[in-house]
């Protein structure tokens, strides 16, 4: 195809895009300032695991229509760049946007007149006409796009090849109507908006999700008080026309990654810098969910009567299935409060980069689920892995000194869990 498509920051969002639009039969050429990076994924090896990602890179540059690079310059013939660094965020969950404002002062330098920048990294709310005025400002003819990412981690290339619906937010027409080219490609329903109302459907998708979320464990908390079964309960408010079958109502230990938590704050950094500053909902939702760990962690110390000196089996330590990821996981951040209480900690999970850990951790990593069970007090299942759901839990449970189990997922299968000789103990029942 004539159309050649450009992407700078490749972690996680930058690999998919970059290997989408090379499956789509595009020329795409990929940029990073990390030389080892690029080094790496031009052998096939991208920066973090997810299903499908290296293969579709690999066949992308045996077409020859994938390429990487740390020369930002080879993007000047480029008729679109998306800009894809996962945006950083600080310990308390804002937007750190340094990276993406190195990458638009440098690659507004050599994009070719009436390229078009697309931003899919998350970008806080009027952050995306800041930038259209410093492109504009040096170069008339380019112009700016926003287009937020809706991918899943381990299922994202699927996810963004079949978005369902794609949000496009533009100042212009002509902008608009090139970009709308563009993404016909990948969706029949394109829905189009200002910049700043692009920007606000980001945030607002995940501030719901987030509400969602702790909505959801603060009710699950209640039926524990009250002798109630929160899968049942689920199931009855999803049977509300009004509510619908994919509500996002799952209990568990809370939210984490970053993501959801980047909006809140966004929002609540808005309202708070507001002369009217009614909004507190948003900010509200952040420290609720920033309580649960703790929550949990009171759940586990209630089960065992007292945490320290216990040995604790963690199974799953990524922020959820399907990642390698360590980045901002919620269940690292339970293991650190059993470690601060005197546990021993075992822990198993199939994928977790350590490497990404800037310190040695104190807990002790295992390569098998039989190892992070032995001798324990309690097994805590903390990621939904399937291995976990196919695993035959009888191989394990005459090697445990008490035989407690649990669920903060409420993945397994109850009955079939106390049927082993677990006693087995799950969110919400």
């Known amino acids: 195809m004539d159309t ?40 096939f090896i991208p920066p973090i695991f997810e299903p499908d990602l290296a293969e579709t890179i690999k066949q992308g540059i045996a077409d020859k229509l994938l390429h990487y690079t740390s020369n930002i310059s080879d993007l000047s013939d480029c008729d679109f760049v998306f800009l894809c660094y996962d945006t950083p965020v600080r310990d308390d969950d804002s937007s750190d946007t340094s990276i993406l404002d190195k990458s638009v002062d440098d690659v507004m330098k050599v994009m070719k007149d009436d390229a078009i920048l697309i931003i899919s990294s998350q970008s806080p709310v009027g952050y995306c ?97 009250k002798g ?18 994919k509500a996002y109502l799952a209990p568990g230990i809370g939210f984490s990654g970053g993501t959801l938590g980047r909006d809140l704050k966004v929002l609540d950094s808005v309202n708070s810098s507001s002369s009217a500053g009614y909004a507190k909902l948003f900010g509200i939702i952040h420290d609720l969910n920033a309580e649960r760990p703790l929550a949990i962690v009171s759940k586990v110390e ?3 009567q007292n945490i320290e000196d216990k040995c604790i089996g963690i199974l799953g330590l990524t922020y959820k299935p399907g990642t390698s990821t360590l980045r901002r996981s919620l269940p690292l951040e339970i293991v650190d409060l059993l470690l601060k209480k005197n546990a021993h900690v075992k822990v198993y999970d199939p994928k977790a980069d ?26 805590i299942l903390l990621t939904e892995w399937n291995e976990f759901k196919d695993y035959d839990w009888s191989r394990v449970i005459n090697s445990m000194r008490n035989k407690i189990f649990y669920d903060t997922k409420n993945f397994l299968n109850e009955k079939e869990m106390k049927a082993y000789g677990f006693i087995y103990h799950s969110i919400g029942k």
């Open 302 to 304: 209630k089960v065992l």
């Open 354 to 379: 350590y490497s990404e850990l800037d310190y040695e951790p104190k807990f002790e990593i295992t390569n098998a689920i039989e190892e992070a069970t032995m001798d324990a007090d309690i097994i």
């Open 4 to 43: 050649k498509i450009g992407v700078i920051g490749l972690w996680h969002l930058g690999c998919v895009i970059s290997s989408s639009w090379a499956k789509l039969g595009y020329e795409v050429v990929g940029f990073d300032y990390d030389e080892d990076r690029i080094s790496k994924l031009s052998n």
């Open 129 to 225: 006409n800041y930038l259209r005025k410093k492109i504009k400002d040096y170069n008339n003819t380019l112009d700016i796009a926003y287009s937020p990412e809706n991918l899943r981690l381990g299922e994202a290339i699927f996810c963004y090849l079949n978005p369902g619906r794609i949000i496009l937010g533009t100042a212009d027409l002509k902008t608009q109507g090139k970009c709308l080219t563009l993404f016909s490609k990948i969706s029949e329903t394109v829905l189009t908006m200002g910049l700043e109302s692009s920007e606000m459907v980001k945030h607002g998708i995940n501030s719901f999700l987030s509400m969602s979320i702790v909505f959801a464990n603060h009710l699950s908390d209640i039926c524990e008080i």
């Open 228 to 245: 109630a079964r929160i899968e049942d309960v689920v199931r009855g408010i999803k049977s509300d026309i009004r509510i619908g079958p």
